[in-house]
Every structure is written in C-alpha cells, then in structure tokens.
C-alpha cells in the first residue's frame, strides 16, 4: 500500500529549479517524475543522493497542495541531497500547470 507524504508524517520533497538567469521555482513536492539518460526517475522525500543528467522534459512535478506542474527545457541537471532535489535547466523552459 503506498501511503502519502502526509499519512506518514515524513517531510516533504523540497524542488528548486533554476535557470541561467533566475530561480524559477521553490516548492514542497510530493514527488517528482522525470527522464535522465538511465530511464525514467521517481524522486520522493527522502531519496539517496545521486546526480543524473535529465533528457528533454517534460518533468512532472506534484506538488504537496495537489497541484500537478510540467517542466518542458532543452537540458538540464538534477541534483538530490538532504531531501532537496535542486534541477539546473538550460535553453527554452516553459512551466505549466495541469
């Protein structure tokens, strides 16, 4: 049985993605799909740390409030530790909520 962020009591995803020119979003997730170079990925709370160079988007980003936003861009790096996912982008980035 998979149990939400808020059953457990566990704390939630943080998300930041970052463009070469601004912060484009902070938010509390409970988890995050995307596409890296190995397949795709699930990040929830409390992941293990790893890098992974992520395919052209789009990301799904479902946030703690049940909004669920996509992240389309060229390129980009994501980055999980201390249950922060920090996702570098490059090229177009359009952010949409679904």
């Known amino acids: 049985m ?3 962020i808020e059953e457990t009591g566990a704390n939630p995803l943080q998300i ?3 463009t070469p020119s601004k912060i484009l ?3 509390k997730a409970e988890h995050v799909i995307m596409s890296t170079t190995e397949g795709e990925l699930g990040i929830y709370a ?3 740390p790893l ?5 052209q988007g789009p990301i799904k980003i479902h946030l703690m409030d049940k909004r ?3 992240l389309s861009f060229n390129h980009g790096l994501a980055r ?3 249950n922060l996912l920090t996702i570098l982008v490059h090229g177009q980035v359009k952010l949409d909520e679904a």
């Open 2 to 4: 998979v149990r939400n």
């Open 16 to 18: 930041k993605i970052i």
């Open 25 to 27: 979003l902070e938010e």
């Open 46 to 48: 409390n992941h293990a």
């Open 51 to 55: 890098m992974a160079e992520i395919h």
């Open 68 to 70: 669920l936003l996509n």
């Open 80 to 82: 999980v530790k201390n």
